[in-house]
């Protein structure tokens, strides 16, 4: 009898597919994945419809509910690959802040199947020159909208939003020339900037054409 053939899936699942296996080996030793499980099945199976019929597929999948360190992992992916890093590249810069940090650390967190503490949300933080309010706020990108999940329901972005810095707060941007965070990274005056944030906020400036991260000379943000 003739051996079958077996078709790899598709580049856009297959990571969703390797975070499955990853919680599953990990429930199986006991340890708590079931949040990270959720989650990529939950993309696994928009991704999977969204090949299947792409127009039908990103209309029916447009919300996903998720944790803090759901929201966290997603929103550290999304600045790493912005920044053009690797997961091991990130883990060094962490590990230079002071934090024991491994590739499969960065996995770990991306993956939402390890908590990350205040001090480290900091740290990357501190890393990416973004406030640490953007990396717990969920996403409203087109057709991929997250929730925040909540036990009496699901919240919006803007929900967490005012909830995190009160009513009419306003987010500041943050940038290369945000001091409390170069301060944070213990870079000396004149040393080059070692931290993604200097290939994230490069790459959105050229991308833009605007202005990111300019504050004024002695201006304490």
Same mark, same amino acid.
């Given at each position: ?14 990571? /969703? ?20 499980? /959720? ?81 480290? &949300? ?13 990396? &717990? ?25 005012? &909830? ?47 202005? /990111? ?9």
């Amino acid at each position: 009898m003739p051996a079958r053939s077996r078709t790899s899936p598709p580049p856009e699942i297959q990571p /969703y597919l390797t975070q499955i296996g990853d919680a599953l080996t990990g429930m199986a030793k006991g340890e708590d994945h079931q949040g990270a499980l /959720y989650g990529a099945l939950d993309r696994a199976m928009r991704a999977a419809a969204s090949l299947a019929n792409p127009v039908a597929g990103m209309s029916r999948w447009t919300t996903f509910e998720a944790s803090f360190g759901q929201i966290i992992g997603e929103n550290v992916k999304a600045l790493r690959e912005e920044a053009g890093w690797t997961q091991a590249q990130l883990a060094e810069a962490m590990t230079r802040l002071g934090f024991d940090w491994k590739r499969i650390t960065m996995a770990e967190a991306e993956a939402a199947s390890r908590r990350v503490t205040y001090e480290e &949300l900091v740290g990357l933080a501190v890393l990416f020159g973004v406030p640490v309010v953007e990396l &717990l706020i969920p996403s409203e990108a087109p057709n991929d909208t997250t929730l925040l999940a909540w036990n009496t329901g699901d919240l919006t972005a803007s929900t967490v939003l005012e &909830l995190l810095i009160g009513s009419g707060g306003a987010l500041g941007r943050g940038g290369l020339a945000w001091r409390a965070a170069a301060r944070a990274a213990g870079r000396p005056r004149g040393m080059k900037d070692w931290r993604p944030a200097a290939d994230l906020w490069r790459t959105r400036r050229s991308s833009s054409g605007a202005q /990111y991260g300019t504050d004024a000379p002695g201006k304490e943000s």
